[in-house]
């Protein structure tokens, strides 16, 4: 929290010191998400007055792309200072903080839980935890997804190596995720490596879902469909 509250006023121009040798603008990257999740979502997500929790939104960097896409978006950070900037720059998403343990909403409140690249700065002992909680805040039927980056991928581990804000990252494999967010009421997870083209357009983002099993996109999406238990399956 106190690297991120540091840095949080030049945290666009870390992420592009760390990421200049690929030639991309920071934006390429919020964008090439956006597709990704475009894609990966069901159509039926996209609807005016879905809710999506933006878990560790940081700066808010994705937060304006997902309330273009239709969703009504809420950001929860420990950084205090970088809720400050995100508020700024999406005046019409919501911001509440965080204090990195339980999430400051009520049960079955989200549609969707989104976090992106959150997972690889938070101690191995607190993530589950974390999805536990994020479980919690999903409505039935509701999408847990996870982006992180691929420890597989070299040109990755190179820009993790060059960020400030990542000295102190443990990168998750993308089969750990999928183990990380198994739930007993979400036991399928699905999974798929991307940003394979350093290209915008979705027909680049469904060439990667094709090749998606394998291990060669710079980042990668893991997400699952929580399904409650009834009453009489709890009795079963």
């Not at 940081?58 to 809420?74: A, I, K, P, T």
């Not at 997804?145 to 070299?154: L, Q």
Request: net charge positive; with cysteine.
């Amino acid at each position: 929290m106190a690297d991120f509250d540091k840095y949080a006023q030049k945290y666009t121009e870390i992420v592009e010191k760390s990421t200049a040798f690929s030639g991309l603008p920071v934006k390429f990257f919020a964008e090439v998400k956006r597709e990704i999740l475009e894609i990966i979502l069901p159509t039926k997500t996209y609807c005016k007055g879905v809710k999506i929790l933006s878990l560790g939104c940081g700066v808010g960097s994705l937060d304006s792309h997902l309330h273009e896409m239709g969703y009504e978006v809420h950001g929860i950070d420990t950084s205090v200072e970088s809720l400050r900037i995100a508020s700024k720059i999406n005046p019409l998403c919501h911001y509440i903080h965080f204090d990195g343990t339980r999430i400051p909403y009520p049960d079955g409140y989200f549609d969707i839980v989104l976090a992106v690249c959150v997972y690889h700065h938070v101690p191995e002992k607190l993530r589950k935890p974390l999805v536990i909680e994020s479980y919690r805040v999903l409505s039935d039927r509701g999408i847990n997804a996870v982006i992180e980056h691929n420890p597989f991928n070299i040109f990755t581990r190179y820009a993790v190596s060059r960020c400030e804000l990542d000295r102190h990252a443990d990168l998750i494999t993308l089969a750990k995720a999928v183990q990380l967010i198994k739930h007993d009421e979400a036991p399928e997870v699905k999974g798929v490596y991307f940003l394979v083209f350093p290209r915008i357009g979705r027909i680049f983002r469904r060439i990667e879902i094709l090749l998606g099993a394998l291990p060669i996109g710079a980042q990668y999406i893991v997400y699952s469909i929580r399904r409650k238990k009834t009453l009489e399956a709890y009795d079963q």
